[in-house]
């Protein structure tokens, strides 16, 4: 499953400006349907076309201990 292109249509974009000009969001997104073996460095490479990662985090079954 390929990623979706990122958008260069910034007016859709509804996060404030920081001091150094870029535009983050404050909220967090949730991924469904990521395989079982994903991990936060898969998430790192998902996202990163689409800007700054602050954070990553993989949510784990604590039974099997792969991605939900």
Same mark, same amino acid.
């Given at each position: 499953?390929?990623?979706p292109s990122p958008s260069t249509n910034s007016s859709s974009n509804n996060s404030s400006n920081n001091s150094s000009g870029e535009q983050l969001s404050k909220t967090n997104l949730y991924i469904r !349907?990521?395989?079982p073996g994903t991990t936060d460095q898969d998430l790192i490479k998902l996202c990163q076309p689409? !800007?700054?990662i602050v954070s990553t985090k993989a949510i784990l079954d604590k039974n099997?201990?792969?991605c939900k």
């Open positions: 499953m390929a990623p !349907g990521l395989p689409y !800007g700054k099997t201990n792969q």
